[in-house]
């Protein structure tokens, strides 16, 4: 088992609608969770990170962490063709210089 | 822009060849990561130096290897390339190290061995 799942997608949604992405994990030492973005041909941006369970807020987008369920999400909300592009969940231990990527979701928003 | 520098962008060679990749991190970083990107593997971890001395390891061949000067750039030694080698190289850094800094990537350099 990888320890980092993420569906790969294409993901393809109509403008205005809520994205809901998502990985699971099977580490339990996993503390930190990221979510970058990634531009075609570009390097991936980090967008939001977290590092508890819960909620965390950041304009339209939404990230949550379940650590009972080991699953991570990332909300976008009034979705807009800008936001076309990989999105990659990431995450680390304490004290590890490592962070383990998912191998990214593919999201299209459609005008 | 992230304010990391890969040279080259793109880099065509054949199998059995040796390439350098070149990165310079955001000023004041001291810490350069190497990532390899695929469609099959996703963006695969290769080594990580901080301040001149290697840090960490991840999936990186005994084919591969890097250095990090004193000037704080980088360099990504791959040797014997095989078709396999084909990929997106990606330099991140980050101010510090631990998995909690935020590391800034690179544009990228995509390889194609022929």
Known sequence: ?111 | DSGVTQTPKHLITATGQRVTLRCSPRSGDLSVYWYQQSLDQGLQFLIQYYNGEERAKGNILERFSAQQFPDLHSELNLSSLELGDSALYFCASSAGTGGQETQYFGPGTRLLVL
């Open chain 1, 1 to 111: 088992q990888k320890e980092v799942e993420q569906d790969p997608g294409p993901l393809s949604v109509p403008e205005g609608a809520i994205v809901s992405l998502n990985c699971t994990y099977s580490n339990s030492a996993f503390q930190y969770f990221m979510w970058y973005r990634q531009y075609s041909r570009k390097g991936p941006e980090l967008l939001m990170y977290t590092y508890s369970s819960g909620n965390k807020e950041d304009g339209r987008f939404t990230a949550q962490v379940d650590k009972s369920s080991k699953y991570i999400s990332l909300f976008i909300r009034d979705s807009q063709p800008s936001d076309s592009a990989t999105y990659l969940c990431a995450m680390s231990a304490w004290g590890d210089d490592k962070i383990i990527f998912g191998k990214g979701t593919r999201l299209h928003i459609l005008p």
